[in-house]
């Protein structure tokens, strides 16, 4: 009940195509949800985050989207570019005395120049 | 610049070897966390502290042992009770562990273990 599933594990896409990447939960207490972007050798940096309270959150090229009733949230790469390329992480987390995150597996996204 | 500083970035150890993994903030953050990356697996937590002198195990604590004596410091001691450590290893912290700003994690760029 605790896992986050990530899907795909790998995804690659043309430079200026949409990068899309899945996530679905069971646990109902999470109540917030970030992306994190990590490059090779590198610590993942927080890229977005959305709560349940709404359906999309949008920042420049990176667009959550939210489905409560689904329990799955998504992020969306616009006009991907070969700088993007790197693991996305989405995270879910609550509160349980002190915040909880529950990681997915992450997805390697390559952008093809 | 504030941020988490981790060291060493890569360290070979050899098996029956303990190893000490380094971690230290500037951020003024009272959160502290230890995280292990295995390819395919995510990011699994080791061990955390919400303020010095007290931290908590994790999901994966076996073979591992921690202190938080300041504030920006919180080393992780990959004993040699740990039956598979080689893995890459983040550290970080959070403004607190409970109320607003503990959801914002900050991560440090890592150490890679190898056993040989």
């Known amino acids: 009940q605790q896992q986050v599933k990530q899907s795909p594990q790998s995804l690659i896409v043309q430079k200026g195509g949409i990068s899309i990447i899945n996530c679905a939960y069971e646990?109902?207490?999470?109540?917030?949800f970030p992306w994190y972007q990590q490059f090779p050798g590198k610590g993942p940096a927080l890229l977005i985050a959305i709560r349940p309270d709404v359906s999309e959150k949008k920042e420049g090229r990176f667009t959550i989207s939210f489905n409560k009733s689904a329990k799955q949230f998504s992020l969306h790469i616009m006009d991907s570019q070969p700088g993007d390329s790197a693991t996305y992480f989405c995270a879910a987390s609550f509160r349980s005395g002190t915040y909880k995150y529950i990681f997915g597996t992450g997805t390697r996204l390559k952008v093809l120049a | 610049d504030g941020g988490i500083t981790q060291s060493p970035k890569y360290l070979f150890r050899k098996e029956g070897q303990n190893v000490t993994l380094s971690c230290e903030q500037n951020l003024n953050h009272d959160a502290m966390y230890w995280y292990r990356q295995d390819p395919g697996q995510g990011l699994r937590l080791i061990y955390y502290s919400q303020i010095v002198n007290d931290f908590q195990k994790g999901d994966i604590a076996e073979g591992y042992s921690v202190s938080r004596e300041k504030k920006e410091s919180f080393p992780l001691t990959v004993t040699s009770a740990q039956k598979n450590p080689t893995a890459f290893y983040l550290c970080?912290?959070?403004?607190?562990?409970?109320?607003?700003?503990?959801?914002?994690?900050?991560f440090g760029a890592g150490s890679r273990l190898t056993v040989l």
């Open positions: 646990n109902t207490a999470f109540d917030y």
């Open positions: 970080a912290s959070s403004v607190s562990a409970r109320g607003p700003g503990a959801n914002v994690l900050t």
